[in-house]
């Protein structure tokens, strides 16, 4: 599985921005669709999950209300849609796919990674 992430940029605090990640390969749609995000010094942290039948998306707590998980059918691109921006926001984000069903939250859990798009919220 192959994974294109795009949509980063600069904005200000609280304008909005649209992430999207593309999967291609075998047996994409059965893998769960994750959104990582890691900034300078710190270590990478789960930002939200789309389960693979598009059943049930799962949010970290510090992006709950603002950023909403979304695709057209399965298979298609995940977006995140990331509203109200802080500069807290700001770092490099990464989609991922993972074979687990449940709420994969930790950066083990999945097999296949993007390369990132940054993200940069200024005050």
């Known amino acids: 599985v192959q994974l294109q992430a795009s949509g980063g940029g600069s904005v200000q605090a609280g304008d909005s921005l649209r992430l999207s990640c593309t999967a291609s390969?075998?047996?994409?749609?059965?893998?769960?669709m994750g959104w990582f995000r890691q900034a300078p010094g710190k270590e990478r942290e789960f930002v939200a999950l789309?389960?693979?039948?598009?059943?049930?998306?799962y949010y970290a707590d510090s992006v709950q209300g603002r950023f909403t998980l979304s695709r057209e059918y399965a298979g298609s691109p995940v977006y995140l849609q990331m509203d109200n921006l802080r500069p807290e926001d700001s770092a490099v984000y990464y989609c991922a796919a993972t074979k687990f069903t449940g709420w994969a939250q930790r950066a083990y859990d999945y097999d296949f990674w993007g390369q990132g798009t940054l993200v940069t919220v200024s005050s």
């Open positions: 390969g075998r047996a994409v749609t059965a893998y769960g």
């Open positions: 789309l389960t693979w039948n598009g059943g049930s998306k």
